[in-house]
Each structure stands twice: as structure tokens, then as C-alpha cells.
Nanobody, 116 residues
Framework: QLQLVESGGGLVQPGGSLRLSCAAS????????IGWFRQAPGKEREGVSC????????NYGDSVKGRFTISRDNGKNTVYLQMDSLKPEDTAVYYC?????????WGQGTQVTVSS
């Protein structure tokens, strides 16, 4: 079965850190652009960050610039999102997305809750 699986979410205090992982099952991520998205209750899904297939190009949403870092290890077939200086407004379900025209895959999401 071809799928993406996120992990690493949880409950963390404001100012804390988490590292999310997005692992591919059944296919290789090597040629895929990978994006992280998030959706908070009552809000639309928004883009957080993305990384090119080679890892040479990264982009971040304005709300996470300077706090989040995306990276990939194609040897491990995994993409990471390091989240530092977390804020309560970062609370959401985080999803990873893999795109390689015409293919696209979504993970099932992992919950991140930032609260004291």
C-alpha cells in the first residue's frame, strides 16, 4: 500500500520543541516534493513548509519562519519538520504531502498541541 505516515506529534509547553517525521511506505520519496500542512479546529488547512526533491530548495510560511526547519533524508525515505519555540497558535493537526506529477499522497496527520 502506498502511503505517507506522520509521527512525532504530542503535547508540548509553549517555547518547547517537537520533531515531526513523514515516512513513505510502498514507494520512494526521492523524486517527490514534500510539504507540511496544518489545520486547526475551525480553520482552513494552511501550508507550513515544503522541500524540493533534492532538498536544495525550502520554503516556509510567514508564521513559522525562523522557528521551523524542514529537512529530508532520502536514504531513510523520510522528511522531518523540526519545530522550535512553539506557540499555542501552532496547535493543529499536521499533515505531510508528497507530490510528483501526476502522483500525490497525503498522510493521516499527527496532532500537535502547545499548551501549558
Amino acid at each position: 500500500q502506498l502511503q505517507l505516515v506522520e509521527s512525532g506529534g504530542g503535547l508540548v509547553q509553549p517555547g518547547g520543541s517537537l520533531r515531526l517525521s513523514c515516512a513513505a511506505s510502498g514507494f520512494t520519496l526521492d523524486y517527490y516534493t514534500i510539504g507540511w500542512f496544518r489545520q486547526a479546529p475551525g480553520k482552513e488547512r494552511e501550508g507550513v513548509s515544503c522541500i524540493s526533491s533534492s532538498g536544495g530548495i525550502t520554503n516556509y510560511g510567514d508564521s513559522v519562519k525562523g522557528r521551523f526547519t524542514i529537512s529530508r533524508d532520502n536514504g531513510k525515505n523520510t522528511v522531518y519538520l523540526q519545530m522550535d519555540s512553539l506557540k499555542p497558535e501552532d496547535t493543529a493537526v499536521y499533515y505531510c504531502n508528497g507530490r510528483r506529477n501526476p502522483y500525490e499522497y497525503w498522510g493521516q496527520g499527527t496532532q500537535v498541541t502547545v499548551s501549558s
